[in-house]
């Protein structure tokens, strides 16, 4: 299995018709999505890298293949093809490693890598077909409107297809449901009918003659109270 991202070198006809004959699955990997494969990215960074420095882009690439992964593992060109390259940084030779023990080593390191990622990270709810949602757009980095048409063969991805007709495929970290609208409508009370009733004889007033209080009132202090209702007393000579 060869996981590899959506250049024209790898979703070529030609490739695909190697990939039959010898017997490899090609899976590539979401678009807008380098997270996927960090490695070959960083390898990218190294040759653009090099450009820049205008030195040998083959020799960077021969160091990164022969480094050791580890202090107790091989590089990755020995494990590819069983022997040692000869490069023009300083090495020691060491007494063969068992590749089987190498390869399980690596597997181990995975793991653990694989572990601590997934302590921060959730998997998102499955989207079905036909469901509003929105997608990021690359280049502008804003969420637009589109309807997902199905899922896609490689994993996490989705075919969506936008307002404007156009089909794309898009991790599932890039796509966002629409939530839905809940429609209120506003009923009006209806008018309370008042119905007459017989007129009773009218009630002369009274008037009420109050005494008036020589009794002194004592202010009432003002206070104030925080969040957590503790009273706040102001200084005498505010009072």
Known sequence: QIICDNGTQFTS??????????GFNITTSSSHYPK???????????????RETKEDPHLALLSLRVTPLRADMKSPAELLNGRKYKTTLPTKIQPPIDQEETRANIATTQEQSQKYYNKHAQYLPEILGGQHVHTQ??????WIPAQVVS??????SYIIETESGRQLRRNRAHIRPT???SRTTCTTPAASVITPTESS???????HHQQPNNTPQTPVRS???TRWRKNILPPIRYR
């Open 13 to 22: 006809r030609e490739f695909k018709k190697l990939a039959d004959e010898y």
């Open 201 to 207: 004889p009218q009630r002369a007033p009274t008037t």
């Open 179 to 181: 939530p839905k609208l």
């Open 223 to 225: 206070t104030r109270s």
């Open 151 to 156: 899922r896609a063969e490689t994993p996490r």
């Open 36 to 50: 996927a494969h960090g490695f070959i990215e960083r390898q990218v960074q190294t040759l653009v890298k090099c």
């Open 137 to 142: 757009d690359p280049i502008t980095k804003t």
